[in-house]
């Protein structure tokens, strides 16, 4: 599985955080849930991270829904 890209985030007035995927915003987090993002994207692979705190990664279940019935053409 390739490795997450495109991923940027902006710290914000007031403590906030925007983080932004390919250009566009993606989610903003506030208080203590922006606290700890920051905390954690320092720490790490900031691509992996902010790709989990969007929820933008593969889960892993692309082939069993590609394969699935009502995906498949006719």
Known sequence: MPAPQGFTYQERPGGSVTVSHHGRPVTTLRGQRAERFLAE??????QQVMARWTGNYKRGNERAAKNHPRNRRP
């Open 41 to 46: 994207v320092r720490g790490g692979d900031e």
